[in-house]
T-cell receptor, first 111, second 114 residues
Framework: AQRVTQPEKLLSVFKGAPVELKCNYS??????LFWYVQYSRQRLQLLLR??SRESIKGFTADLNKGETSFHLKKPFAQEEDSAMYYCALSGGRIGNEKLTFGTGTRLTIIP | GAVVSQHPSWVICKSGTSVKIECRSLDFQATTMFWYRQFPKQSLMLMAT?????????EQGVEKDKFLINHASLTLSTLTVTSAHPEDSSFYIC??????????FGQGTRLTVV
């Protein structure tokens, strides 16, 4: 069974400080990991995926298979980063596999 | 990115009635559509996966006779909550994907059963 764990429900960080949102997963094969973001009153949207290895809005995430983690990081938080963040896992690289979501972390950036 | 639209955005219905929620991919053809349910302050729980022209695959614990899913075309999937009860009140979200691409999410539908 696949599972995604986000241990922090709430995270508050001062503007300009580094941000790290934790995500651990459980999956027997080779998963595809994603981070989704939901800004206030907006729909869920893809922030980044591990396979593309890119930085979006200053955020990066590295897949650590040894630790089964996919933590989301940003060196300097900005106020517009305040949102709900979901880590998600897909069971393959086909692209349209079903996603298993973590419970989400609400990030609040303190001005 | 691609656009997925849900209709209605919110609906209130009486207990015992049925409610249909539509999910449309507006500018692409979706080979697969997913339906999720989200309770307040909780994560999205996958209810079912539907592929165009075939029966939906329901997750364990989801009643297929309660939550009817139809995926008649590559741009439209519908979720019908039959004989709705207050416990069915929730936020329902669909997503649409095509092979080798990410899934795009609808804005969600808030269902309140009174």
């Amino acid at each position: 069974a696949q599972r995604v764990t986000q241990p922090e429900k709430l995270l508050s960080v001062f503007k300009g400080a580094p941000v790290e949102l934790k995500c651990n997963y459980s999956y027997s094969g080779s998963p595809e990991l994603f981070w989704y973001v939901q800004y206030s009153r907006q729909r869920l949207q893809l922030l980044l995926r591990h396979i593309s290895r890119e930085s979006i809005k200053g955020f990066t995430a590295d897949l650590n298979k040894g630790e089964t983690s996919f933590h989301l990081k940003k060196p300097f938080a900005q106020e517009e980063d305040s949102a709900m963040y979901y880590c998600a896992l897909s069971g393959g690289r086909i692209g349209n596999e079903k996603l298993t979501f973590g419970t989400g972390t609400r990030l609040t950036i303190i001005p | 990115g691609a656009v997925v639209s849900q209709h209605p955005s919110w609906v209130i219905c009486k207990s015992g009635t049925s409610v249909k929620i539509e999910c449309r991919s507006l500018d692409f053809q979706a080979t697969t559509m997913f339906w999720y349910r989200q309770f307040p302050k909780q994560s999205l729980m996958l209810m079912a996966t539907s592929n165009e022209g075939s029966k939906a695959t329901y997750e364990q614990g989801v009643e297929k006779d309660k939550f009817l899913i139809n995926h008649a075309s590559l741009t439209l999937s519908t979720l019908t909550v039959t004989s709705a009860h207050p416990e069915d009140s929730s936020f329902y979200i669909c997503s649409a994907a095509r092979v080798y691409t990410e899934a795009f999410f609808g804005q969600g539908t808030r269902l309140t059963v009174v």
